[in-house]
Structure formats: structure tokens, C-alpha cells
């Protein structure tokens, strides 16, 4: 079984300031770990996804996350807040290895105040 | 350039009047999906196909069914909508081999009156 954690359901950071959205994962696997962001009326985009590669990865719009096995996390960070970063983020994990089901965590909305 | 396409985006219902939710790909992928989501809540998966292969989540209610004819296309048919049923429905796709990602669709919202 797996499931991701969103701590904080709604954000706000100002123009400029540096975004932390955070995601804990439960695995009882190796997982694959994935953030989408999804604008209003809009599907979700895939912003980064964690493949057992790098800890560290770089995904679209400056984001990234970093993956951290001893404390089950995979926060979400961009250095700056652009008024275009305002959405909704989506944290998901599924068991690496084939074919699995995905499964999203609850969301984290994220304002950004000019 | 669109790779999901969901039609309609705005679709209105009356309670108890069928609807047909439609999806069309155009990444040859193997696996489908259909989710609702509710506002503010996170996507909640219905069904998906597996090339033909259909897999019901258990907890989906029987209202609720699909049609894949071909591999380019998917319908979520809602036999007898509820005030419940209104939320966007969202498609996606996946690869096979890897971990490869979910293409989402627009979405379809979907309002009863």
C-alpha cells in the first residue's frame, strides 16, 4: 500500500519568495514519486517526477524536489514565487516496477500575494 | 499538438438523465484512465484500461461505466447522474515500460441540476 501526505492545504508566499510545498510518501516498496500542478479548470501538468535516478530533480517552471529516503519526503521548491506559479499541487507515489496505480495526496493550493 | 482531449469541457445534465463523458489520445498508450475529482479534493480513480482489459476501482459505483472501442478512445458513461456526481472528470493516459508519466486530459465539468 502507498500515500502521500500534504502538509498544509493552502500556501501563500509573496512575488520573489522561495516555495516549500511539502510531501511525505508511505511505501511499503521502492516508490516512484511524481508533482503535478493543475490551474483552475485545467487537468494536472506534470511538473517533476522521482525515478531512483538522482535524489535531486529538476522538473519544468525552476521548480524541483528533492527525494529523502530517511525522511520519506519529496518537497517541492522553487527559489522564487512568480505570480504564475499560483495553482494547485499535487504530490502522487506509486511502487516502481511496472505497471501500478497511482495515488494522489489531498493537494497544497498555492497563492502567491504581488 | 493536444495529446489528451476531453469533450465536452462544460457538460450540464439533469438528475437521472444518462451522459457520455468522451476522451480521445493521440499517444498510442496502452493504459487509460478515468478519475473524479471533487473540488479541492485530489483526483479519485474510477476505472482503467489495460489495452482492452477493464479494471473497476472497488469502491465505483455501478452508475458509473466505461467504453474503450479502440485504443484512441475512452467514454465514462453516468447512467443516472446524482446531485452527487458533479465534479470535473478527468482522463489520462500512461505508457507501459517504466515509470512512465500520466498524460492528464482538460477535463470535463460536469454540473446537475
Known amino acids: 500500500a502507498q500515500s502521500v501526505t500534504q502538509l498544509g492545504s493552502h500556501v501563500s508566499v509573496s512575488e520573489g519568495a522561495l516555495v516549500l510545498l511539502r510531501c511525505n510518501y508511505s511505501?511499503?516498496?521502492?516508490?516512484?514519486l511524481f508533482w503535478y500542478v493543475q490551474y483552475p479548470n485545467q487537468g494536472l501538468q506534470l511538473l517533476l517526477k522521482?525515478?531512483?535516478?538522482?535524489?535531486l530533480v529538476k522538473g519544468i517552471n525552476g521548480f524541483e524536489a528533492e527525494f529523502k529516503k530517511s525522511e520519506t519526503s519529496f518537497h517541492l521548491t522553487k527559489p522564487s514565487a512568480h505570480m504564475s506559479d499560483a495553482a494547485e499541487y499535487f504530490c502522487?507515489?506509486?511502487?516502481?516496477?511496472?505497471?501500478?496505480?497511482?495515488?494522489f495526496g489531498i493537494g497544497t493550493k498555492l497563492q502567491v500575494i504581488p | 499538438d493536444a495529446m489528451v482531449i476531453q469533450n465536452p469541457r462544460y457538460q450540464v445534465t439533469q438528475f437521472g438523465k444518462p451522459v457520455t463523458l468522451s476522451c480521445s489520445q493521440t499517444?498510442?498508450?496502452?493504459?487509460m484512465y478515468w478519475y473524479q475529482q471533487k473540488s479541492s479534493q485530489a483526483p479519485k480513480l474510477l476505472f482503467h484500461?489495460?489495452?482492452?482489459?477493464?479494471?473497476n476501482e472497488a469502491d465505483t459505483p455501478d452508475n458509473f461505466q466505461s467504453r474503450r472501442p479502440n485504443t484512441s478512445f475512452c467514454f465514462l458513461d453516468i447512467r443516472s447522474p446524482g446531485l452527487g456526481d458533479a465534479a470535473m472528470y478527468l482522463c489520462?493516459?500512461?505508457?507501459?515500460?517504466?515509470?512512465?508519466?500520466?498524460?492528464f486530459g482538460p477535463g470535463t465539468r460536469l454540473t446537475v441540476l
Open positions: 489520462a493516459t500512461r505508457g507501459t515500460g517504466g515509470p512512465d508519466t500520466q498524460y
Open positions: 511505501s511499503s516498496v521502492p516508490p516512484y
Open positions: 522521482y525515478t531512483s535516478a538522482a535524489t
Open positions: 502522487a507515489v506509486s511502487p516502481s516496477g511496472g505497471y501500478q496505480k497511482v495515488t
Open positions: 499517444l498510442n498508450h496502452n493504459v
Open positions: 484500461y489495460y489495452d482492452k482489459d477493464f479494471n
